[in-house]
């Protein structure tokens, strides 16, 4: 197991469509790549309320899981 020091997270995608942001998500559950989504101003409370988010959102993976994660995306064109 890792200690918190030695994970470092990079982003895999900036994206404001939550349509894409479900495929994706469901992409890297389906294929064991932990992630954050990570909501950008108030972006997370708008996600809780509304359940859609105006503003961008970032998918932060593992350095170690980037190339397998952005790999998979390239190749369906997301």
Do not use: H, Q
């Amino acid at each position: 197991m890792k200690d918190r020091e030695d994970i470092k997270l990079i982003k895999l995608r900036s994206l404001t469509n939550e349509i894409e942001l479900g495929m994706i998500k469901e992409i890297l559950d389906d294929n064991n790549i932990p992630y954050i989504v990570k909501d950008k101003g108030s972006g997370a409370y708008m996600r809780i309320i509304t359940g859609s988010s105006p503003f961008s959102t970032d998918i932060m993976v593992e350095e170690s899981d980037f190339d397998r994660a952005n790999g998979l995306l390239e190749s369906i064109s997301i």
